[in-house]
């Protein structure tokens, strides 16, 4: 009985794969988009934070001062009243622009995030197209170097 050989697989998948080489350029390429999209949307969001702490900083610093005002001692009964009165007013208005500042960062915010969303697809989709293409021609060249041998 004569013995069989084994065909070695490992040896059959290092040729098939060398045949096939990969260019990790491309995926530099996009790990470089990813993060520098990344850095500019941890940006946008780190602005936004600082903005609405300002608000939110200016908004607590009137609200003391105008509480301050009320809690003066007054002389007559009926001036508690007023005080009360008129910090529930200034309040009401001071919490309107408060919450006006505060929706014009949200607004910025969305703004820039789909200006920043809508750059980094095209950037994307160019180096997807110019990927695929190098692809293309790296396995059209390796399939007629594999038919000349």
Wanted: proline residues 2%; glycine residues 2%.
């Amino acid at each position: 009985m004569a013995a069989t050989k084994t065909p070695d697989m490992t040896a059959m998948l290092k040729d098939m794969m060398g045949a096939f080489p990969v260019d990790t350029t491309s995926m530099e390429a996009s790990f470089k988009t990813s993060a520098a999209l990344n850095e500019k949307l941890s940006s946008v969001a780190l602005s936004a934070v600082e903005k609405s702490t300002e608000i939110s900083s200016a908004w607590t610093k009137d609200t003391v001062a105008k509480l301050a005002e009320m809690a003066k001692a007054k002389t007559e009964p009926a001036d508690y009243a007023k005080a009360m009165t008129d910090f529930a007013t200034v309040y009401s208005e001071a919490a309107a622009e408060h919450m006006a500042a505060f929706a014009e960062v949200a607004k910025k915010v969305q703004m820039e995030t789909v200006e920043l969303m809508m750059a980094a697809g095209k950037d994307m989709s160019d180096e997807a197209t110019a990927s695929m293409t190098k692809a293309a021609d790296d396995v059209k060249a390796a399939a007629k170097k594999a038919t000349t041998k």
